[in-house]
């Protein structure tokens, strides 16, 4: 499938951009606000991770001291991230992937964690989910969204056209213990706060150690921007994200940044945002996004937010 049609297709299934989870709003819960936040030295202070390569993908280990971070990396065809958040007595799960093979391997690494799963909060990637045979916590849109005419069902049917049947895990979650936008909650001793995203599913925070959890981020990747009010929504996200001082942020298509990436994606914003106005073609604009960002990778994601923005 070309590029230029990835746009085109969402549109067809009926899937909205916020639904499809490319609108994330600025939303931070008030509860976060009770919890004491982070100096500058404390925020900058991210562990360095241990780095262990398994058959298919690898983990990052991010040590905080009272909370490890085991961060997944897949390497499979989306670029999926995944997470296990692990104390000294529990293990709790954040996302899956979309592929069987990767889910198998993910949950062999978890079963040699040796330690009891307390729960696994399933938002934009619930694929496969029983593979991990423990409690599904979500809220009530994540949950809409995995059955069927849901955004996130539809695109589970699209990668089994794509990628096979046998190979993506297919299976969706029917049932979950709801969870509601802006609680916290604790699972095996680690306290989460679940934050409205305003698209899919739902952003998570993690308090204890200053992390937060949210679909799409990526300092060296291209976003998919639908126009000047997500734009727009993008840029206020990440100066809430630099007010907050979190320490690492968790995304489901890139490895774990830090404040560093939220400031380099900040700059790309709002370099975009001036780019859009001096072009007036889709074949210019790209040409200058390709120019300015040489490096970024998702060239697929560009030019969807070039069908976004000038449509034919």
Do not use: C
């Not at 981020?217 to 734009?231: E, K, Q, V, Y």
């Amino acid at each position: 499938m070309k590029n230029s049609n990835f746009a085109k297709l969402f549109l067809t299934l009926g899937v909205s951009a916020a639904s499809l989870g490319l609108i994330s709003m600025p939303m931070i819960s008030a509860a976060y606000d009770t919890v004491p936040q982070p100096t500058v030295a404390a925020a900058a202070a991210v562990p360095r991770p241990v780095v262990e390569n398994l058959k298919l993908g690898s983990v990052a280990v991010y040590d905080f001291g009272t909370v490890k971070i085991h961060a997944y990396q897949s390497k499979d065809a989306l670029g999926d991230e995944t997470y296990v958040l692990e104390n000294d007595k529990h293990l709790v799960l954040l996302e899956s992937t979309a592929f069987n093979a990767n889910n198998q391997e993910w949950a062999d690494y978890i079963k040699s964690l040796k330690k009891p799963v307390a729960g696994a909060l399933m938002a934009y990637h619930p694929n496969g989910a029983a593979a991990y045979g423990t409690r599904i916590y979500a809220t009530e849109t994540a949950l809409k969204n995995w059955q069927k005419d849901g955004s996130i069902y539809d695109l589970t049917a699209n990668f089994k056209n794509a990628f096979g049947k046998d190979a993506v895990a297919g299976i969706l979650p029917t049932k979950a213990t709801i969870l509601q936008d802006g609680q916290s909650i604790t699972l095996g001793g680690i306290l989460f706060h679940i934050l409205p995203a305003g698209d899919a599913a739902y952003s998570v925070e993690i308090p204890q150690i200053h992390v937060i959890y949210r679909h799409m981020m990526g300092s060296d990747t291209h976003n998919i921007l639908t126009g000047g009010a997500h734009l727009d929504a993008e840029i206020s996200a990440m100066k809430a994200y630099q007010e907050k001082g979190y320490r690492l942020i968790l995304t489901g298509h890139h490895v774990p940044e830090g404040q560093d990436g939220v400031a380099e994606k900040l700059v790309y914003l709002q370099t975009m945002k001036g780019l859009i106005a001096e072009n007036k073609t889709k074949a210019d604009f790209i040409a200058a996004v390709k120019k300015t960002f040489p490096d970024y990778q998702g060239d697929t994601y560009l030019m969807m937010t070039a069908d976004f923005l000038y449509p034919q």
